[in-house]
Each structure stands twice: as C-alpha cells, then as structure tokens.
C-alpha cells in the first residue's frame, strides 16, 4: 500500500497528464481489500511487468490488469464501480482462471507495470514509450519503482515483461543497465492478443502457462 500510495510522478513534457488512481480515496479502499486479501504474508513472487496502467482497467480500480467486473467476480472484492470490462483484463483472468485461479496465481506472481503510474494525452490512453521525452523523463522513476517492488519481495531470477515490442526492449535494456533479473521473459501484450489474435485465444492461453511456469522454477 506504501508504494502504491507513496508513488511520485516526474516532471512530464506539456501536453501529456498523469493519471494516479491512488490519489482516489476509493481506490485506495479496493487496492488495501486486494492486497490484504493476497498478499498479507513475506513470501517472494515473480513479477510481472505490463506497460502503465489504462482509464479502464487499473486506472480505475488501482489494480493491475483488473477491471471492475474482474474484482468482484474473480477476486471476490465488491464495488461500486461501473461493470465494464477491459480487453487486457478480460484476457488475463481467463489465464488466471484455467492456471489455477487467483488465490493460487498470486501467491506466485505479482501483476505490476513498468511505469505503475497512467498517462494520457488529449484525454487518451498513452504508454511511457510512446513519446521519447516522455520516456526519457520517467526512466528514473521506473528505476526506482522497479527496485522497490523487488525490495518488497520479487524473485531476482526471472520476470516477465507483457509486449514483445516496444515494451520488452525498453526493459530489457533498463535491465542490462541495473541487472535487476537474471532473465526476462517476454510474452505478447493481452490487448494485443486480444485485438488481433483472439481466434488464437487457446494457444496463447497456453503460452502463458508455459512461460509462467518456466518464470516460477517449476
């Protein structure tokens, strides 16, 4: 909850707007059930990197890759948030309902981002590396906040990155500069795969279950 509600956002170049869903009282009600109820213990996990949180998914709810249909049906925390559902969450509970459900999934994981914290531009969704200054000026604070979720208990050996693209390079090279993991272990982004590949839903269902486990040690 501290580093959630702790979390500081760079000076950003004009025109782009931060989006902290913790500033949210509400929020902070819905992440502090969420947390208590899957992560009250010192075990590690592995972490799991997304892009920043989206206007309807963790921007919303606080929660990584959780809308609100997905909090109260899957996680079992009620709210009072509109039931619209998010395409990259849609996806990742499906995973995590065929890999075992959520109280087993993340007491091994831990969903996050590579920035924790949203941006938008002219009121629309926009990712840390979509824009170079934008990049460039919270590469900072992506390094810290990826060394403080390690220091709250990531697993140094692997982590995966969501998006084989963009995303994953930018990690991968932020990785060889701090050498935070051993391996990082790309996987297609869930909107991606939701967008243009959802024919191919089961395989990458699988994909998933492969390389989570391989990130796991099992």
Same mark, same amino acid.
Do not use: H, W
């Given at each position: 909850m501290r580093f959630?509600?702790?979390?500081?956002?760079?000076?950003?170049?004009?025109?782009?707007?931060?989006?902290?869903?913790?500033?949210?009282?509400?929020?902070r009600k819905y992440l502090r059930a969420f947390t208590d109820k899957y992560f009250s213990d010192d075990s590690e996990r592995v972490l799991v990197f997304g892009i920043n949180p989206g206007r309807f998914g963790a921007g919303i709810t606080g929660v990584t890759f959780t809308d609100p249909v997905a909090l109260a049906d899957f996680c079992g925390i009620a709210n009072t948030?509109?039931?619209?559902?998010?395409?990259?969450?849609?996806?990742?509970?499906? /995973? &995590?309902? #065929?890999?075992?459900?959520?109280?087993?999934?993340?007491?091994?994981?831990?969903?996050? *981002? +590579?920035?924790?914290?949203?941006?938008?531009?002219?009121?629309?969704?926009?990712?840390?590396?979509?824009?170079?200054?934008?990049?460039?000026?919270?590469?900072? /604070? &992506?390094? #810290?906040?990826?060394?403080?979720?390690?220091?709250?208990?990531?697993?140094?050996?692997? *982590? +995966?990155?969501?998006?084989?693209?963009e995303n994953a390079r930018f990690f991968e090279k932020l990785n060889e500069q701090h050498g935070f993991f051993r391996e990082i272990l790309p996987l297609e982004h869930p909107r991606f795969i939701m967008q243009y590949r959802r024919k191919r839903l089961d395989e990458y269902v699988a994909k998933y279950a492969e390389v989570f486990a391989r990130a796991d040690g099992r």
């Open positions: 959630y509600t702790e979390l500081e956002c760079p000076r950003l170049p004009a025109g782009v707007e931060m989006m902290n869903p913790y500033a949210d009282a509400s929020v948030m509109p039931r619209r559902r998010e395409l990259s969450s849609v996806f990742i509970y499906d /995973f &995590i309902n #065929r890999y075992g459900g959520p109280a087993s999934f993340y007491r091994r994981f831990f969903l996050t *981002a +590579i920035s924790p914290l949203g941006f938008t531009r002219g009121g629309l969704n926009m990712n840390y590396y979509d824009d170079r200054q934008l990049a460039d000026a919270v590469t900072p /604070f &992506i390094t #810290r906040a990826t060394e403080r979720q390690i220091a709250l208990g990531g697993k140094r050996d692997r *982590a +995966i990155v969501l998006g084989t693209g």
